[in-house]
């Protein structure tokens, strides 16, 4: 059974494995409906069953406690469910303890006690982060951090104390918890009413509805709601332990206050939901509270801050009122009772007898309360008073009809007239209702109840006014989203007042105003489009709005044209059809039907008609002009070409203009002149508007007739703002241009109505520079603005051009009128309605600028006659802005809006909202502009700048990613964001602060980012957000939502590498992040850290962390706080402890603890946190060695191997889903393999093969996969790299993804599809199952399974190679490294060019390969399946398309080589591990062997010895010695091969084909040449010696080389002539080389040729070597003992070279001998074999003293080259001595 996320088991409670979720953060979480509806914490936290009941019942959420709730607390606090914790990080007794004296204190049930308590002990590490903060003032950004923490967190003096302050803070957490449970359930109360936002098909709104309903069903109904606000209201019914409690008493007045504002709107939206009237016992114990509390009009807190609560209180106690009457159903079923009784025909609906309105007691007291309220004058109850009135009337009008009703059927009747007669007719239920309404207090009036209420209410108490006023107030109060619906709710409510009154009031101003303020409430700093759209559906379906107000502003229309423009624009949003349609405004102003106008005293030109009607009626007898000329041009001009955005027609031009002669009127107002005349006139209202608005510019073509008014900028700032809202309302361009073609009818044909308002704006700018202003300017400005805002959407080009020659910027003139409106307007009044409309312009401006990237680019004209195609865009730009013109206009005001937003926090803000608002947008914009330029596309590699798509929006970018500032307002405003740790701050502004808070720390990582990218300076940047921690720890414990923020800012800031900040120094690095902290701060801040995500359990929060705490471990000044992650303690603590201090108890685990604690159940953990956690292990290792050991000590290895054995590789052409949990399945692999490997190089240091016994059997998955790197889809990328730009003009690399914009593992990793999505969303073949779209999402898919593999290839390579050293000691290891060798050489047969990083690849596998099998062989693996790496190996080489006789670069030979020598390694087990045998017992050579050998030999030695003789003419680089000696090892490779010789004959045969011999004679010819090169180093002479030898060891091959006269040209190569020079070469003169060119070269050579030729080759080699006398002199004696002298300090030494030598010249002289002798059977002249000048006695005896001294010979060895001290290394460092002494026996046993 899972466990309940409310209460989850205490044991997980408190180990923090399943944290407490604080009501409070739940509260926070669901008030952000947008978010709220995709949270999955939050919606599994809801949907616990424990959680619905608590919510459904928000009156009482906890209950009383009793017996059963004292079992169920005893059973889970029971010792077999919980226990103490051993190292003291929670004190078990304490909680319960708290919780009993909790539920006894505050009568709740002791579960729900210990609940709190433990939410208030997981809150103590953020509360103690606070408080401490707020104590602290040693620092400027410590003193800007102040809270409103009532609760001290200083040193407590006593334990009685101390418990008091904890109990008092538990209160708190209590009355917090309550408060937060009511606020939850009004949101859903609200929620569930609301059927039109976005989030209502999503669960929260299904879950709201439910919720709702089951509050109905228990106790929370109107009446509990009702006698719960009497408790909170009355101080009497508080609990004692709160009354004692100065300090809190005070919070939890606050709270009461709170709370009531939650009753009141359950309250309302359960009375407004209600399809039926109230109870009357409802409505009685409503007004009887409202009675008692004079309509809360007295009501007063404890503390003048809590004021701001009462405004909202008796605004909804005021609705309320209002909607217990339910004024339209009551009326209308008062109608239908009152008929249906009189008819006498009973319907069961309208005969209930718990209807307020027909019980006289209810009525009774309800006439009562509101009379009294009428005597008081109370203003709060006019609303109720003036519905009273209504419903009172309607009483009137029921007892009429019943009464006419009775009356008829009583003369109808004889009965009844008889009845009548006698007085005994029955009252009637209305009647009677009426007779009590009927209150003797009334006098006069007593008859008129209804006259009387209405009377006062409107007439006294102004009702209008007062609607406006709640109006605004429950708007202003409920502007979060959430609070939305309880808004609308409220204000319908208060409508209905309104429209059931039109028929019995005048039309007014005040009746207008209210309406106005319903319609559309002008809260300051705020804009509620959510809660205006439903309204005005609902104003407008009444039958009463249209009649009495819209249709009476329609008469009225022009001569009072302001009602008729702020009702259009409020319904603006409405159409004709529920899907949309044609606006509702604009059928009705297109077809205006009349027009009224004032004239002039003398004006005369009508007449009357229809006289006898007397209904005034008049005809005109001449043309009536609306408007006169103006000082611009002609009316009729229609010079020069039209640039209007929409053709105007000119058929209806005159209508708007001109009453025509004959049309029928009527005269308004008879009695008075001068006369109003209201003209029936068939004309479009529109062009009349557009008309008059053209009046106001300085040049008007036209002006307004006399004796009518001008235009005031008022009512044109009106007319725009209706333009403006129908622009809102329209949903495509054609419907845009419509609109503005209709307002612009009448205009001249050069120009429309854009470029009037244009020229508007440009006019009012001006004035405000030139300080000339008018009234009514700023607002016409306003409005302007946010005319070109929205046009934005529908036609950019407009804007742009307008703001590359407007006033606004000053781009021409350099005069900003921006600046100027601001600075003289807007900062002294502090309002910044002007500033706040040019910042969401701004920001609109560069969504449009990211999004036409590819949209203004001319479009690519496919063939006419291939149609129309699915990725052709549905929409044909009219016009393209040119790029030069966006880039001056962001250009240009980018750097206005820094300056504005290092300003504002300067500038005195009357409204806060509008601060936060700007600064929300500014910093918004600014890091999506950052993102847009720098997050995609490629990178130029001189200036890091991004030159594709985007390049246009770089300039502006620069302001904000390289340019040098102070982060002092940005700071500002993430200090604002700790306001959020007051628990009373409304949700809107809570809403407002949270978004502002998260704007500015996405700010701050992405200027970091992009600084990085752009490689800029960042220590600067990232060093002034350290020090800022003070704040963002607060942050951090502020609210959860931060926490991820938080953490990447400072991940970013601690990520910066000073070094490539070339402008500062190394000393300029990044502070420490402990050390802006104080030290008690820093403990509970490191306690809050190691919290990760609680209490809301959310991955993407823990990741941030995690990463966090990696980069704090990789960052160089970070020592403290790394020392914390890893040990639990910081330095100084430990400091204290070796001088003698207590050691500090760590409560609790290490974070490195924890995390290997998780990571022990890696099988049950998701790869994100996995990878998270991996990530940090891996870093911790890195940063202390010692972390290796307390990796080793728990099950993390052993189940982490496990994980490892059961992985299994990619599926390929798997689903999307599977690829991406393959890349993450892989990363941790990778991870995994990392640690490892340096937990196994620790071990090993320390003797320790544990670990590795533990993973030789667990290492098939990685031996066998990780080397393969072929996920790669080539198709697809294919596919996408061609048709994206077929299709769309851009390249796919354009979207590849920067630094500034990373992404995880999945299907936006490597190519930004939202940026893409913005760009390329316009196209008809982006979105869809086969759009673009998908297939990038695909892409990225592979792409991140593509990395992981080359992640875990790179790892296993570091892991393999520390196992490779192990295959000597460890034989069971050998058979994994083989088969990891062997694919690794397979994964780069099969490898594709086309993958990203292939070269890499290629490489990293070929070294890979090179260690393993470097390693097999160095320890003589015997395993068959060594032999199978051969062929792999040389199909490698021969595919290789790089090589030896193609390169041109140095690099292009890094991959052949490590090929090459891989070969060569491969060879070795065809060498050392026994071959069969034959009958003959000579070894027998496979002929696979052979063949491959052979192969070698002709198609990859002999061309590489050629074409490196070739590279060195031109470049010692592309032919480096080691290249040849590698050359030479492959040759003596395949030499060595037990049965080798039979290839000889083919070898030899292919040596001699390729001239082999001759290129390494030509070599050592003029290698002396070479030396002088390369520092007078004879290596190639060496190399090309050794070749010969290698060569000549092939018998066949040798004879040839003799016959063409090698001997000779041995002999005359100058570097020769050193052997001839006295005293000779030997091993320790300045060249050692040429001993190796006499020792180990000329002396094999001769061995050879005489092994080969015999004794017709040995009187060449007698006179050859007796051509070096000096030489042979020198060997003769090398091996003398002889004492050491100043000349030559090398007397007596011997080196292994030297014995060699010996042996040889022995060997020669003896075979030289031989040939002597048998020279004559050979057909050789015996005496023509001249005797070798050699002393063979002296060397004998030398030799004998060698091998017989074993002392002296010990002192006499010395190692002569590097491969001899080598040899001296081994077999304890007698190595060299050893092979000597074999060496020398060997040679005088030949002696």
């Known amino acids: 059974m899972a466990s309940s996320s409310y209460f989850p088991p205490l044991h997980a409670c408190l180990s923090g494995a399943s944290p407490v979720l604080p009501w409070s953060t739940a509260r926070d979480l669901l008030s952000n409906v947008d978010s709220a509806a995709s949270d999955t914490a939050i919606e599994t936290f809801s949907k616990d069953a424990s959680t619905r009941s608590v919510l459904s019942r928000p009156l009482q959420p906890f209950p009383a406690p009793s017996p059963a709730s004292k079992a169920a607390y005893d059973d889970k606090t029971a010792q077999i469910h919980v226990t103490q914790s051993p190292n003291g990080q929670y004190d078990l007794q304490q909680l319960k303890d708290d919780a009993t004296w909790l539920s006894r204190e505050v009568g709740i049930d002791e579960q729900s006690a210990l609940r709190c308590a433990i939410v208030e002990w997981q809150a103590r590490p953020a509360g103690l982060v606070l408080g401490r903060l707020e104590a602290e003032d040693d620092g400027p950004a410590r003193k800007r951090v102040r809270f409103n923490d009532s609760v001290s967190n200083g040193q407590v003096n006593g334990q009685d104390e101390a418990t008091e302050r904890r109990r008092s803070k538990l209160l708190r957490t209590c009355v917090e918890e309550i408060s937060a449970i009511r606020a939850c359930s009004a949101v859903l109360a609200g929620l569930a009413t609301d059927t039109s936002s976005p989030w209502a098909q999503s669960w929260l709104r299904h879950y709201a509805k439910s919720v709702s309903e089951e509050m109905g069903r228990s106790s929370t109904s109107a009446g509990a709601c009702i006698q719960t606000l009497r408790s909170l209201t009355d101080v009497g019914q508080w609990p004692s332990a709160i009354k004692t409690r100065p300090l809190l008493e005070a919070i939890y007045s606050d709270h009461m206050l709170q709370d009531s504002i939650s009753v009141l709107r359950i309250l309302l939206s359960t009375v407004y939901a209600s399809e039926t009237p109230a109870r009357s016992a409802d409505v009685i114990s409503w007004y009887k509270l409202m009675g008692d509390s004079a309509f809360f009009a007295e009501m007063t807190p404890l503390s003048p801050a809590s004021q701001i609560y009462i405004p909202t209180i008796q605004c909804l106690g005021s609705i309320s009122s209002v909607a217990l009457l339910n004024l339209t159903r009551t009326v209308n079923d008062m109608a239908r009772r009152t008929e249906a009784e009189a008819s006498g025909v009973a319907y069961p609906e309208l005969t209930r007898t718990d209807c307020f309105y027909a019980n006289e007691q209810c009525m009774k007291e309800v006439n009562g309360v509101l009379l009294s309220a009428t005597e008081a004058n109370i203003q709060l109850a006019s609303p109720a008073i003036y519905a009273w009135s209504l419903i009172t009337q309607s009483i009137s009008e029921c007892v009429t009809t019943q009464r006419f009703i009775t009356d008829e059927a009583a003369n109808d009747s004889p009965t009844a007239r008889r009845s009548s007669s006698r007085g005994q007719r029955p009252m009637l239920a209305m009647e009677r209702i009426l007779d009590v309404l009927q209150d003797h207090t009334l006098g006069e009036q007593q008859s008129e109840p209804a006259h009387y209420f209405a009377a006062a209410a409107v007439d006294s108490m102004h009702v209008h006014q007062v609607i406006e006023r709640m109006s605004a107030v429950i708007s202003d109060s409920m502007s979060a989203p959430a609070d939305t619906p309880i808004a609308v709710a409220g204000r319908i409510v208060l409508f209905d007042v309104l429209q059931v009154s039109l028929p019995l009031i005048q039309y007014g101003e005040e009746v207008l105003g209210a309406a106005f303020s319903l319609l559309g409430p002008d809260v300051p700093g705020k804009h509620l489009p959510q809660a205006s759209g439903p309204l005005a559906k609902y104003a407008f379906d009444t039958p009463a709005f249209r009649t009495y107000l819209l249709e009476q502003a329609l008469a009225r229309y022009p001569y009072e044209l302001s009602p008729v423009l702020r009702l259009s624009t409020a319904l603006a949003s409405l159409s004709t059809a529920p899907s949309g349609g044609e606006s509702i405004v604009m059928q009705y102003l297109d077809n205006m039907d009349s027009m009224t106008v004032l004239s002039s005293s003398q004006f005369r030109d009508y007449q009357i008609v229809n006289e006898d009607e007397g209904q005034n009626q008049v005809q005109l007898m001449t043309d009536w002009s609306l408007f006169t000329a103006g000082p611009g041009t002609s009316l009729n001009s229609n010079a020069g070409p039209s640039t209007a955005l929409v053709t105007t027609h000119s058929a209806d031009t005159h209508e708007a203009t001109l009453l025509q002669s004959g049309s029928l009127g009527t005269v308004l107002n008879p009695d008075s002149r001068p006369f109003v005349f209201r003209w029936e006139h068939q004309h479009s209202g529109l062009a009349y508007l557009g008309a008059l608005l053209s009046t106001l510019l300085p040049n008007a073509e036209r002006l307004v007739a006399e004796p009518a008014s001008p235009l005031d900028n008022f009512t044109a700032a009106e007319i725009v703002d209706l333009i403006t809202a129908l622009l809102k309302a329209a949903s495509t361009r054609d419907d845009a241009e419509h609109i503005l073609g209709r307002f612009g009818d009448v205009l001249s044909a050069n120009s429309d109505i854009v470029g009037m308002i244009a020229e508007l704006a440009d006019t009012e700018l001006l ?182 798509m985007a390049s246009v929006l770089v300039p502006a970018a620069e302001a904000h990613a390289t340019s040098a500032y102070s982060l002092t307002p940005i700071m500002t405003a993430l200090q604002q964001g700790l306001a959020l740790s007051d628990s009373s701050l409304a949700s809107s502004r809570r809403q407002a602060i949270t978004t502002q808070t998260d704007a500015a720390l996405s700010y701050l990582t992405t200027t970091l980012r992009t600084r990085k990218h752009c490689d800029r300076a960042t220590s600067a940047v990232a060093g002034e957000i350290v020090t800022a921690m003070p704040i963002l720890a607060a942050l951090f414990a502020v609210s959860p939502s931060f926490k991820a923020p938080v953490a990447e800012v400072l991940t970013e800031a601690l990520t910066t590498s000073p070094s490539s900040d070339l402008t500062t120094s190394t000393t300029d690095e990044v502070p420490s992040v402990l050390s802006q902290l104080s030290a008690p701060s820093t403990k509970k801040f490191l306690s809050l850290l190691s919290h990760l995500d609680s209490p809301v359990k959310d991955s993407a929060t823990e990741r941030a962390t995690w990463k966090f705490f990696a980069s704090v471990l990789q960052a160089g000044n970070q020592h403290f706080f790394a020392m914390y992650l890893l040990t639990g303690t910081l330095p100084r603590e430990k400091l204290r402890t070796l001088n003698g201090a207590t050691s500090p108890v760590t409560k609790g685990t290490t974070v490195l603890a924890y995390a290997l604690e998780q990571l022990a159940g890696i099988h049950d953990l998701s790869p994100d946190r996995a990878i998270a956690l991996l990530t940090f292990i891996a870093r911790a290792q890195e940063a202390w060695i010692f972390a290796t050991t307390e990796v080793r000590k728990g099950d993390f290895v052993q189940n982490a191997l496990a994980w490892l054995e059961e992985l299994r590789p990619a599926a390929r052409g798997g689903h999307s889903v599977n690829e991406a ?310 040759l003596r490779g395949i030499l060595a091969m037990p049965g080798a010789a039979s290839l000889h004959a083919q070898v030899a045969q292919t040596s001699t084909s390729a001239n082999l011999a001759r290129g390494a004679l030509s070599l050592f010819s003029w290698s002396h040449s070479l030396s002088r090169q390369i520092g007078d180093d004879n290596v190639y002479g060496e190399l090309a010696i050794q070749f010969l030898v290698t060569l000549t060891s092939i018998s066949p091959l040798a004879e040839s080389i003799a016959d063409d006269g090698a001997l000779v040209a041995l002999s005359s190569a100058s570097i020769s002539d050193a052997f001839r020079r006295h005293s000779g070469i030997g091993p320790f003169d300045q060249q050692p080389r040429l001993f190796a060119v006499w020792a180990e070269g000329f002396l094999p050579i001769c061995l050879h040729f005489l092994s080969a030729l015999g004794p017709r080759i040995a009187p060449q080699i007698s006179a050859f070597l007796n051509s070096f006398p000096e030489q042979l002199e020198r060997a003769s004696t090398a091996l003398s003992p002889r004492s050491p002298s100043p000349r030559d300090p090398h007397a007596g030494q011997v080196t292994l070279g030297l014995v060699k030598e010996a042996r040889s010249l022995l060997l020669i002289s003896s075979s030289l001998r031989a040939a002597a002798d048998i020279g004559a059977a050979e057909g050789v002249d015996g005496s023509e074999v001249e005797t070798l000048a050699y002393k063979e006695d002296i060397v004998r005896g030398d030799l004998e003293g060698l091998c017989r001294g074993e002392r002296s010979r010990e002192d006499r060895v010395v190692a002569g080259t590097l491969s001899e001290e080598s040899i001296a290394r081994t077999k304890q460092g007698r190595g060299l001595v050893e092979e000597v002494a074999r060496v020398a026996k060997g040679a005088w046993d030949i002696a």
């Open 1221 to 1530: 949990l393959t890349a993450k399945e892989y990363i941790m692999a990778s991870l995994i393999s990392e640690i490892l490997a340096v937990n196994l190089h620790a071990s090993l240091e320390v003797g320790d093969k544990s670990l590795l016994t533990l993973m030789i059997p667990k290492l098939e998955f990685l031996a066998s996969h990780a080397a393969r790197v072929d996920g790669y889809n080539v198709s697809l990328h294919r596919n996408l790299a061609r048709n994206l730009p077929e299709r769309t003009g851009v390249d796919i690399t354009d979207f590849r993804r920067t630094a500034v914009s990373p992404a995880d593992i999945g299907d936006a990793h490597v190519y930004d599809v939202e940026i893409a999505d913005r760009v390329l969303g316009h196209l008809g073949g982006w979105a869809g199952e086969r759009g673009f779209q998908k297939e990038m999402q695909k892409a990225n898919l592979n792409l991140s399974l593509v990395d992981a593999e080359t992640r875990l290839l790179r790892s296993w390579r570091t892991l393999a190679s520390e196992l490779a050293d192990c295959v000597q000691a460890e034989p069971t290891l050998r058979p994994v490294m083989i088969v990891a060798a062997k694919q690794a050489l397979e994964a780069n047969l099969e490898a594709t060019l086309e993958t990203p990083y292939a070269a890499e690849m290629l490489q990293t596998r070929a070294e890979l390969a090179f260690v393993l099998v470097e390693r097999l062989t160095t320890a003589k693996a015997a395993e068959p399946e060594m032999k199978t790496l051969l062929p792999v190996a040389w199909r490698l080489v021969k595919s290789s398309p790089a090589n030896y006789d193609v390169a041109t670069q140095l690099e292009d030979l890094t991959y052949y080589t490590t090929l090459l020598q891989t070969l060569y390694l491969a060879l070795r087990p065809h060498i050392y591990i026994s071959p069969p045998t034959g009958e003959r017992a000579q070894p027998l050579l496979a002929t696979q062997t052979g063949s491959i050998a052979l192969d070698i030999a002709a198609h990859t030695i002999a061309p590489a010895f050629r074409a490196l003789c070739a590279n060195l003419h031109s470049s010692t680089s592309l032919a480096s010695p080691s290249d040849f000696a590698l050359v030479t090892s492959l």
């Open 767 to 948: 004035a405000f520079h030139h300080r000339s202003a008018g009234e009514g300017s700023l607002e016409l400005l306003v409005s302007c603005i946010s005319f070109f805002t929205i046009l934005t959407t529908f036609s950019p080009e407009r804007v742009w051009s307008w703001l590359a020659r407007s006033a606004l910027l000053g781009i021409d003139s350099g005069i900003s009128g921006l600046v100027a409106v601001v600075s003289v307007a807007e900062v002294p009044a502090g309002r910044f309605r002007f500033l706040s409309a040019c910042t969401k312009l701004y920001t609109d401006l560069v969504n449009d600028a990211i999004t036409g990237l590819i949209r203004r680019r001319p479009v690519k004209r496919m063939d006419i006659a291939s149609g129309r195609r699915r990725w052709d865009s549905p929409i044909e730009s009219p016009e393209e802005t040119p790029e030069r013109t966006i880039s001056a206009v962001l250009t240009s005001f980018t750097p206005l809006a820094c300056d504005i937003l290092r300003s504002v926090t300067e500038w005195d803000f009357t409204i806060a909202e509008e601060r936060i608002e700007i600064v929300t947008a500014l910093l918004t914009t600014a890091t999506t502009l950052m993102k847009a330029a720098y997050g995609a596309g490629l990178v130029d590699s001189v200036t890091g700048v991004g030159a594709g």
